[in-house]
């Protein structure tokens, strides 16, 4: 019973929660973002500006169904196995540890430095950093086949919608749970060693201030139909709606481009940007013929696992001699992904 009211907790903490992305204040800001920008840039009324944002055919696509079942079984599976995972702090306390055991560097060399400064600087750093580590994970789940395997699950969704975040497969998103706790740690303990024990955030509704900045500036627009697009020299720094709905596209040109979560920045430095274009006609998916039967709990679920196991299967084999074709669809998609 316990189990079940945790579940239930859980699912609504998502939406209450301001350190998550689909907290309900963030909601409802894209959809105001979204309305402001089909009435003053797409030039519709605000009956019709409604009627788009809140289309039946994307809400109760074959796509959106398999995200809404898709968030509410990845709750379940994480709410059992998180509390077994390493966190940010245990990464922490370890790399202060084992910076306070090599002292390569005074520690508390900037300790005497202003409070604001401390905060404002671990703030930026906090975000900059997880970010980063956002980008790095991101294009190696695109570059290799055993975690394109994965990945391929979030862009097996023909439609998006803000739900479309949560369609991960769960052994993707345990590699980004690590990712953040290694992120965080690291930055943790940077800090914590140079600047001592005045490192703090600065946070709005306990969410770190950047993050919140993010979130009501239309995160969830990102995955949605609205294609809202940015000036061009802004989609250097930050990414635009439409510059992720090109990285869900099927069209060869968009293929590995805009790996980037909230900053652009990564994209120019490391040549992966792409602008935004009117993203209306867009097609989205793997690209595959059978792109709408790649919504089934087989294919979200057991098929990556297979994939992802056929992968080093096919590794076993080709070290220890055997001639055995073992299939791997994962390699058919990333070479497509590739071309
Ligand atoms: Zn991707
Ligand atoms: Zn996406």
Do not use: C
């Given at each position: 019973?316990?189990?079940?009211?945790?579940?239930?907790?859980?699912?609504?903490?998502?939406?209450?929660?301001?350190?998550?992305?689909?907290?309900?204040?963030?909601?409802?800001?894209?959809?105001?973002?979204a309305t402001g920008w089909l009435i003053f840039y797409k030039k519709k009324s605000l009956k019709d500006s409604f009627k788009f944002i809140f289309s039946r055919k994307i809400f109760f696509s074959k796509s959106a169904k398999s995200d809404y079942k898709v968030f509410f079984i990845n709750q379940i599976i994480m709410l059992l196995v998180s509390p077994h995972l390493l966190t940010q702090i245990t990464i922490a306390t370890a790399l202060y540890f084992f910076f306070f055991e090599i002292q390569f560097i005074e520690m508390g060399l900037f300790s005497s430095a202003p409070q604001y400064l401390i905060i404002s600087l671990f703030t930026l750093t906090h975000f900059v950093v997880d970010d980063f580590s956002k980008y790095i994970?991101?294009?190696?789940?695109?570059?290799?086949?055993?975690?394109?395997?994965?990945?391929?699950?979030?862009?097996?969704?023909?439609?998006?919608?803000?739900?479309?975040?949560?369609?991960?497969?769960?052994?993707?998103?345990?590699?980004?749970?690590?990712?953040?706790?290694?992120?965080?740690g690291v930055t943790i303990s940077t800090f914590v060693y140079f600047f001592g024990s005045g490192v703090d955030l600065y946070t709005i509704l306990g969410a770190n201030l950047f993050v919140f900045l993010f979130n009501i500036f239309g995160s969830n627009l990102r995955h949605s139909h609205i294609g809202i697009r940015y000036w061009k020299w802004l989609e250097y720094i930050l990414i635009s709606p439409a510059q992720h709905h090109l990285h869900h596209s099927v069209a060869k040109e968009h293929y590995n481009k805009n790996y980037g979560a909230a900053l652009a920045l990564w994209d120019w430095i490391f040549g992966s940007l792409h602008h935004s274009e009117d993203t209306d006609n867009l097609t989205l998916g793997l690209g595959t013929e059978d792109d709408q039967k790649k919504h089934t709990l087989k294919e979200l679920y057991t098929i990556p696992v297979l994939e992802f196991l056929g992968f080093f299967k096919k590794r076993f084999y080709l070290l220890f001699g055997r001639k055995k074709k073992v299939k791997d669809e994962s390699e058919i998609y990333f070479k497509k992904s590739l071309q």
């Open positions: 019973m316990e189990f079940f009211f945790d579940i239930f907790q859980n699912l609504i903490d998502q939406f209450t929660n301001p350190k998550k992305r689909v907290f309900v204040l963030y909601l409802f800001l894209s959809i105001l973002i994970v991101h294009r190696w789940m695109h570059k290799w086949p055993f975690l394109w395997a994965l990945h391929k699950v979030h862009h097996s969704a023909t439609n998006l919608t803000p739900m479309t975040v949560f369609r991960t497969h769960p052994l993707e998103g345990l590699v980004f749970t690590l990712r953040s706790a290694f992120a965080q």
